[in-house]
């Protein structure tokens, strides 16, 4: 089975500085899929971004990045010139993409920019 | 402790018929909340309790969806009649305090619809 592991319940970071929050998995499975959400006090969850194992090149969107180290099994996301809105919760997913398309997920990281 | 756990794992059903998904959240956990996970729309939040009482169900799609939790360590969430479209994962979590709180999600119930 699959299984995703926060170790840092809780960060935080002065606005417009760099965070990275951590993210391992264990899996046997050698195709699959990574994403990070975000959960905001609506507790809706928004894909900040997604990264396919099979690409070696990290995924990157605007401020976020991630550190995908397939050996390693880990999977960090980097925010640069971090927001006040960039403050949430912030949860590490895993799927596998060969029938049983479900998520795994992690049980989060409560991320706090300081103003 | 067990964790969240979900009950069926897996459920196939003919469009029309009533569809009935379980949940029982970790011990202790105040907050409850269901998600759907689609590939076209990714990961919705559905509804969501506070200590048994549903506090925003503005995410539940139509009339067809209800859901209730009738005790601190139970909840389930039916579709009364099932149409195709309702394939998805269906996916519970808890907390404790709720927002900001680690959230503990169950396995999922893959719900098909024929």
């Known amino acids: 089975a699959q299984t995703v592991t926060q170790s840092q319940p809780e960060m935080s970071v002065q606005e417009a500085e760099t965070v990275t929050l951590s993210c391992t998995y264990d899996t046997s499975e050698s195709n699959y899929y990574l994403f990070w959400y975000k959960q905001p006090p609506s507790r809706q969850m928004i894909l900040v971004i997604r990264q396919e194992a099979y690409k070696q090149q990290n995924a990157t969107e605007n401020r976020f990045s991630v550190n995908f180290q397939k050996a390693a099994k880990s999977f960090s996301l980097k925010i640069s010139d971090s927001q006040l809105g960039d403050t949430a919760m912030y949860f590490c997913?895993?799927?596998?993409?060969?029938?049983?398309?479900?998520?795994?997920f992690g049980t989060g990281t409560r991320l706090t920019i300081i103003p | 402790d067990a964790g969240v756990i979900q009950s069926p794992r897996h459920e196939v059903t003919e469009m029309g018929q009533e569809v009935t998904l379980r949940c029982k959240p970790i011990?202790?956990?105040?907050?409850l909340f269901w998600y759907r996970q689609t590939m076209m729309r990714g990961l919705e939040l559905l509804i969501y309790?506070?200590?048994?009482?549903?506090?925003?169900d503005s995410g539940m799609p139509e009339d067809r969806f209800s859901a209730k939790m009738p005790n601190a360590s139970f909840s389930t969430l039916k579709i009364q009649p099932s149409e195709p479209r309702d394939s998805a994962v269906y996916f519970c979590?808890?907390?404790?305090?709720?927002?900001?709180?680690?959230?503990?999600f169950g396995n999922g119930t893959r719900l098909t619809v024929t």
């Open positions: 309790f506070n200590n048994n009482v549903p506090i925003d």
């Open positions: 011990s202790g956990h105040d907050y």
């Open positions: 997913a895993f799927m596998t993409n060969f029938g049983n398309e479900k998520l795994t």
């Open positions: 979590a808890s907390s404790l305090r709720g927002l900001n709180s680690p959230l503990h």
